[in-house]
């Protein structure tokens, strides 16, 4: 089982920053990707940026350059930097660990933290 713990959401202004947490806690050194999802009201949970073991990034392309997602696998943590904040990144943000055993996938996920981005 894996822990996640989010922190650092909250209400900006557009063009502002960001800077979301992840502290993930338990089966940890299991974990391959970690990633981050948003979910705005009405609308499914989707991919925003996700890093692998070796920090290999990947984006969707609304948020390419403007977002950074790191990780610290000593300290368990993964991280967003959001920057150049627009109204429609304004959602639910999701970290999530993907654990995959043989050709089973796990993920698990946090409780999620608001970001609202509005002047």
């Known amino acids: 089982q894996v822990q996640l713990v989010e922190s650092g959401g909250g209400l900006v202004q557009p063009g502002g920053s960001l800077r979301l947490s992840c502290a993930a806690s338990?089966?940890?050194?299991?974990?391959?990707?970690m990633a981050w999802y948003r979910q705005a009201p009405g609308k499914s949970r989707d991919l925003v940026a996700i890093?692998?073991?070796?920090?290999?990034?990947n984006y969707v392309d609304s948020v390419k350059g403007r977002f950074t997602i790191s990780r610290d696998n000593a300290e368990n943590t993964v991280t967003l930097q959001m920057n150049s904040l627009k109204p429609e990144d304004a959602a639910v943000y999701y970290c999530?660990?993907?654990?995959?055993?043989?050709?089973?996938?796990?993920?698990?996920w946090g409780q999620g933290t608001q970001v609202t981005v509005s002047s």
């Open positions: 999530n660990a993907a654990v995959i055993r043989g050709v089973t996938r796990y993920d698990y």
């Open positions: 338990g089966s940890v050194f299991s974990i391959n990707t």
């Open positions: 890093i692998t073991l070796d920090g290999r990034t």
